[in-house]
């Protein structure tokens, strides 16, 4: 199941989210401007489609994971590449790295 979350996630929504990768962790798409962020898909890609129909814009998306254990956020994503910004699926950027991690705690850390 693929949530916008856009204010602090509840433990139910984690759960969901986190569902169909057996609750060890969720494939997120950021959206460093509007800080909010799409989480649940199979893939990246579907969260990213999620976020883009909600009205974000594409080079504001960045592609993460949360790792619902261990609470780490992990860089890479296909949807990270792009040959004239960041030539990796891991985001390269540290100011942008530091959004995504800022942005996806403040919405996943569920204490």
Same mark, same amino acid.
Request: a negative charge; glycine letters at 8%.
């Given at each position: 199941?693929? $949530?916008i979350?856009r204010?602090r996630?509840?433990s139910k929504?984690? #759960?969901?989210?986190a569902?169909?990768? %057996? &609750?060890l962790w969720?494939k997120l798409?950021v /959206?460093?401007?509007? *800080?909010?962020?799409?989480? !649940?898909? #199979? $893939?990246h890609y579907? +969260? *990213?489609q999620?976020?883009?129909e909600? !009205?974000?814009?594409?080079? /504001?998306?960045w &592609?993460a /994971?949360?790792?619902? #254990?261990?609470r780490?956020? &992990? %860089? *890479?994503?296909?949807?990270n590449?792009?040959?004239r910004?960041?030539?990796?699926m891991?985001?390269q950027? %540290?100011?942008?790295? #530091?959004k995504?991690?800022?942005i996806?705690? +403040?919405?996943l850390e569920?204490?």
């Amino acid at each position: 199941m693929i $949530l916008i979350i856009r204010q602090r996630a509840t433990s139910k929504q984690i #759960e969901q989210m986190a569902e169909i990768y %057996f &609750g060890l962790w969720i494939k997120l798409a950021v /959206d460093i401007n509007r *800080e909010i962020l799409a989480g !649940g898909g #199979e $893939l990246h890609y579907d +969260c *990213e489609q999620i976020l883009l129909e909600d !009205g974000s814009l594409q080079p /504001d998306i960045w &592609g993460a /994971d949360w790792y619902t #254990e261990t609470r780490q956020v &992990g %860089f *890479e994503s296909l949807i990270n590449i792009r040959p004239r910004l960041n030539r990796s699926m891991e985001i390269q950027d %540290f100011g942008i790295r #530091e959004k995504v991690e800022t942005i996806t705690r +403040c919405l996943l850390e569920v204490n």
